[in-house]
């Protein structure tokens, strides 16, 4: 004998109903009904299904199974898929991810073009968590150019390269979202700029010497009675005009002293390209001491616990001996004794490491004035020791 079929559905009948059918829930269930149907060992298999019209269409979308999902969460999954298609957006779609989940899944995109081992990524993390903070939590195709507005005024005049690059950020975010049909614009656009006037605060340099307080300075950190490899690690960028993260992670294998150079690998270097840094007299001497320290393997210059010394570590040594620069400022010593010894442009661009931004001009010119790069890092040498 079949089971009389309710008008709207109960939880009695759905526990009970034991003849394989599509039992609907009645007018105003929004499509809802309950599919019975029997396996292949015999038992009764109960799901959920909901009839609706996307775009013009029929569909059927699954609820899940009875008694997993229950009457009332099928019938409270039922109304907000019917909301959702009177708004305009499609059940069937994959969920709509948070500013901060869509920020994520950007970072790893640009994560395979930053330099392995650096902190891009850590840096556009907390820069948006800092000052985007607000529309975190806010799904990507509901953020508005007034709350990218909201986020960005307070900072625009005060913080105006801080400003200038979240912008940047919360916009390669948008783009994103755009491209992966979430929405249709850009609300981090240039009428963001528009809105908030012109950005006239000017970038915030590194904190550098003049080169003249260069060999002051190198003294200084000499008899500091700092840890030798701290010590020998500034004072070779120093005279190489090399960055940070390139001289703390150096390791013996890059040094080449027959030829006498250091050749810093693509991996480690800004413009992703390798670098052959030329090293004068004085930077061979920190290499002696630090091989006769090291025994010439791993780190050249290697932390207490033998690992990589930290980032902070020779910005600390700096200002624990009262020397207003930071260890990025001596490049920018380096680079203006240059200026006003006669060097080339050129070649103290090379010497920095700098890539050539002229395509036409880095297309044609192949050699790394290696030859004139070693006179000129032992003008160097010879003038801050």
Sequence with gaps: MSQK?????????????????????????????????????????????????IDGRETNLGLGVYPVVTLAEARQKALGNRRSIEQGRNPKAPAVPTFSEATERVIELHSGKWKAGGRSADIWR?????????????????????????????????????????????????????AQGYREDNPADERVVAALGRNTKPPTHHNALHYSQVRNAIETIETSGAYWAAQAALRFLVLTAARSGEVRNATWEEINTQQETWSIPAERTKTGRPHRVPLSGAARAILEDAHSRTGGRGLVFPSIRGKVQSSDGLAKLLKENNIDCVPHGFRSSFRNWCAESGVSREVAERALGHAVRNRAEAAYSRTDLLGRRRRLMQQWADYIT
């Design 5 to 53: 079929r309710p008008k709207t559905l109960s939880a009695a009948f759905v526990r009970t109903v034991n003849q394989p059918g599509r039992y609907g829930d009645g007018r105003g269930s929004h499509g809802l009904s309950l599919l019975v149907s029997r396996r292949t060992n015999g038992r009764l298999s109960k799901r959920w299904t909901q009839r609706v019209r």
């Design 126 to 178: 907390s820069s948006l968590e800092r000052f985007a903070g607000p529309v975190g939590d806010i799904r990507v195709d509901k953020v508005t150019t007034s709350q990218v507005l909201s986020v960005l005024a307070p900072i625009w005049h005060v913080k105006g390269e801080t400003a200038r690059k979240v912008r940047q950020r919360i916009s390669a975010v948008m783009r994103w979202a755009i």
